[in-house]
T-cell receptor, first 116, second 109 residues
Framework: DVKVTQSSRYLVKRTGEKVFLECVQD?????MFWYRQDPGLGLRLIYF???????EKGDIPEGYSVSREKKERFSLILESASTNQTSMYLC???????????????FGNGTRLTVT | ELKVEQNPLFLSMQEGKNYTIYCNYS?????LYWYRQDPGKSLESLFV?????AVKQEGRLMASLDTKARLSTLHITAAVHDLSATYFC?????????FGAGTRLTVKP
């Protein structure tokens, strides 16, 4: 089974702090994704990556950056945390299919981030 | 822009009843996914529908895809309490996946 591991389940940070959310997958998947989930808004894509050192903006990239130095690891960075970034953050991975995903996403357990 | 709409957003059912969740999407795609999320947990893949007319069934859940109508349905037969969860449909688009807002299903005894 694919395992996607997020480093923290719960995180509390102060406004203005730099925050790192880490995600590691063990199935050699090319694609990795960061979503945030908010009540009533579903899942919104922040960034995704289809290869090492490659990244693409999703629908809500403002205030975030990402890093993918190794295939198995995809990090989400909040440069200066703000209260409106309080949310559940979900990392996911999938196989690459030559222009489309072609496999379901495998999700981590999520990190619930609170910014005070 | 790809939009994915689910309805209803909230569904309260009696055990033993049947119901259908609908998922409409706005642009051409022949790959549609259904996920389940239990409270406090992450999403798990239920079904992958890869072509027009595809039908997948597992237990009391059956999913179908009509790519011409840009519509997928998730049909629940004789609901049981264990099916209480939030169900998401998703459509892939250029290497990312766009999700519907989710349908929160509650099955009451």
């Amino acid at each position: 089974d694919v395992k996607v591991t997020q480093s923290s389940r719960y995180l509390v940070k102060r406004t203005g702090e730099k925050v790192f959310l880490e995600c590691v997958q063990d199935m050699d998947h090319e694609n990795m994704f960061w979503y945030r989930q908010d009540p009533g808004l579903g899942l919104r894509l922040i960034y995704f990556s289809y290869d090492v050192k490659m990244k693409e903006k999703g629908d809500i990239p403002e205030g975030y950056s990402v890093s993918r130095e190794k295939k198995e690891r995809f990090s989400l960075i909040l440069e200066s945390a703000s209260t409106n970034q309080t949310s559940m953050y979900l990392c996911a991975s999938s196989l690459y299919g030559g222009g489309s995903i072609r496999s379901p996403l495998h999700f981590g357990n999520g990190t619930r981030l609170t910014v005070t | 822009e790809l939009k994915v709409e689910q309805n209803p957003l909230f569904l309260s059912m009696q055990e033993g009843k049947n119901y259908t969740i609908y998922c409409n999407y706005s642009t051409t795609s022949d790959r549609l996914y259904w996920y389940r999320q239990d409270p406090g947990k992450s999403l798990e893949s239920l079904f992958v529908l890869l072509s027009n007319g595809a039908v997948k069934q597992e237990g009391r859940l059956m999913a179908s895809l009509d790519t011409k109508a840009r519509l997928s349905t998730l049909h629940i037969t004789a609901a049981v309490h264990d099916l209480s969860a939030t169900y998401f449909c998703a459509v892939d688009r250029n290497n990312d996946m766009r999700f519907g807002a989710g349908t929160r299903l509650t099955v009451k005894p």
